[in-house]
């Protein structure tokens, strides 16, 4: 018996092995660990927050779900209480679950996802291969095929311990992240990534690549257009080389690139697997939960969308126009709901009022006469008769008085008390809840306020990355007239901390944005994502010119690039500004023409792009103030400008009455940065069309005079 036993032992304990290395598993990341969601995630994590009235959480177990995972590892920081209480409540926890296991990690001491990484390794929970994914991850991939490669890989080569799940940007998804500026280097014939930093790799300076790479790899190629929503399949050596260097914090940005640059001390190599027609998306800002928001109720998502009803309680029908209408919702005859919109369950619309691309959660009272649009109303809100909301976003509990005006970009967290005829300015973040002190600005415990209303957040830190709410309306061609008939009305953008700084803003500066400025809030000049998007943005220009591609496809495609990354117009003129010059440069130097001759040349032939990106004076005014500033940068700057001026002016691309405005500008006239020095050469064409309508004008005088 004993040795029949010793003889089938091996054989049982590699099937055993094998069964175990079957099982899939899966660390679903409940903390962001950022702030980009406050006021709100003072009070609930992210992963809860309702996205088209689905706690986040909820897509990201359901794509594991279909992926075939057994076991999930949901690890809490940020409220983890609140993220344990919720899962052991949901489906995922009943026997009909399709988690064999589904366990929750408390680790509130918790900051980064390499602390998170060191906890499971310490726990020795992670017993094979395992997919490692965000609880704000929306996707309808298939993963099979990708888990199939993977493990074949890894039964060639143990050290081949990770696979980036990556996709091809594309102007389809607005969800694509704004500051994404991951740099990859990728051997095609194998899918290694070789290489990685958070650089940019066009543009003056380039990205520096070891030499010594090429060397070992005859073809590589350098990836910058790839969304990356963090969605890894990982070996259970990733949360151990996490444990042997406690200075890795970031997946990419410290473990990723520590691992690559240090080949030769690890001997580890990490793949990528690119994917083309399928969604993946993250709701890492709020500018993505309304970009994600609005690709949900357009259903390219699919089969991720609102009737899904993820949940018990959810009973949607859809109707035309992806118009999604909870069980037991009650709409006045008189009440308009528009295309892109979702009303939750017993949630009631008053007499004229009008609701238009957003989303209303379960229970909520809204009044007679009310105006929301591309707005997101949560859960028991009550809104009094006459409100009107502008791309705003309402937490659980707010109660609106009557006439109230919410104005765009404004977040009211939870269970605030707005008096009638309150106007909450653009950009406002109303909290209940008061910090106990400035010393726990990084903790999540605040004290209750007792008083109605709320009060102003502000966070001691920076918070470079928050981002305010975008508006859909100008994304899709809806504008507020369709709304409501009142010549009075109108819709403001909202600027932030982050917006354009060159000059501080004076309270008269401070008006609200012409349509034509921006169909989102602008980032910063001086910030990463902006910089990353207008250097992905001017390198794709430049190479249309330089490929000579028709203007109608070149112009397509920087519109979708805007429309992806929700840039404004402003940022869309700076990008073309530099490619256009870029362009000049080239023809100067390849064709040994003159700089009039190449300035004419690139202007006429892309004459039609330009003018689609001027849409008044003031547009053709920043489009001279940018000229000048990118001129400012360059050798043959005053001459370069000079022959811009003319040939814009020219082409009637640009009015004399803008050029004045400019010229008068006083960022245009400032000694500082070398902004005066360089029009010096451009001061005599001003002059001369001022006498010349001078002359004009004097002309027109005396032939008045002649026919009396």
Known sequence: MSSRKDKRSPGGKKQAEEQRENILQAVVLADSFQKRFRPFTLETPRCLLPLANTPMIEYTLEFLALSGVQDVFIFASSHAEKVEEYIRSSRWAKKSSPFKNCRIILSPASASVGDAMRELDSKQLITTDFLMVHGDFISNLPLGDILDVHRKRRTADKNAIMTMILKESTSGFRAKAKNEKGVFLIDPTTNRCVYYDEIAPYGRGGALVPRELFKDHSELQIRNDLSDCYLDICSPDVPALFTENFDYQHIRRHFLHGI??????????????????????????????????????????????????????QSYGSAMGSR??????????????????????????????????????????????????????????????????????IANGVKLGKGCIIERGALISYNVNIPDGTTVK???????????????????????????????????????????IISKMDNLGFRDE????????????????????????????????????????????????????????????????????????????????????NASWHQVRKAAVSALHNRIEQVVATQSKGLPKATNEVFTHWE????????????????????????????????????????????????????????????????????????????????????????????????DDDDE
């Open 482 to 565: 369709d709304l409501v008939n009142d010549s009075e009305s109108s819709i403001s953008t909202i600027s932030d901390d982050d917006e354009d700084s060159d000059d501080e803003l004076t309270p008269e500066d401070k008006k609200p944005r012409r349509r034509s400025d921006s169909v989102a809030t602008a980032a910063s000049e001086d910030n990463a994502e902006a910089d990353a998007w207008h250097k992905e943005a001017a390198v794709s220009l430049l190479t249309a010119m330089e490929g000579d591609h028709p203007v109608e496809v070149a112009s397509l495609e920087l519109n979708g690039l805007r429309m992806t990354a």
């Open 426 to 468: 653009a950009g406002s973040r109303i909290t209940a809840y008061k910090r106990k002190s400035d010393t726990e600005s990084d903790s999540d415990k605040e004290d209750k306020d007792d008083s109605l209303g709320g009060h102003e957040y502000e966070d001691s830190e920076s918070e470079e990355d928050d981002e305010v």
């Open 260 to 313: 690559l640059t240090d080949y030769d001390l690890y001997g580890k190599t990490v793949h990528t697997h690119i994917i083309k027609g399928y969604y993946l998306a993250r709701v890492r800002s709020l500018r993505a939960y309304d970009g994600v928001s609005g690709d949900l109720m357009e259903q390219l998502a699919y089969p991720v969308v609102p009737d899904s009803n993820f949940l018990d309680d």
């Open 324 to 393: 999604y209408i909870g069980e037991g919702a009650f709409l006045e005859r008189s009440a308009t709901i528009r295309p892109l919109t979702v009303i939750g369950t017993d949630t009631s619309v008053g007499e004229g009022s009008v609701v238009g691309i957003s989303t209303i959660g379960r229970n909520c009272e809204i009044g007679s006469g009310v105006v929301v649009d591309g707005s997101y109303i949560w859960d028991d809100v009550a809104i009094g008769d006459g409100c009107r909301i502008h791309s705003s976003v």
């Open 608 to 703: 039609l792009l330009v003018k689609r990106m001027v849409f008044d004076r003031a547009d053709q005014s920043d489009f001279l103030l940018l000229v000048q500033k990118d001129c400012v940068e360059r050798n043959n700057g005053g001459s370069l400008l000079l022959n811009v001026t003319q040939r814009v002016f020219e082409l009637d691309i640009i009015e004399e009455e803008a050029i004045n405005t400019w010229w008068a500008d006083e960022k245009s006239s400032t000694d500082a940065g070398g902004m005066r020095k360089v029009r010096q050469a451009t001061e005599a064409f001003v002059k001369w069309l001022a006498e010349a309508e001078e002359e004009s004008s004097e002309e027109e005088d005396e032939g």
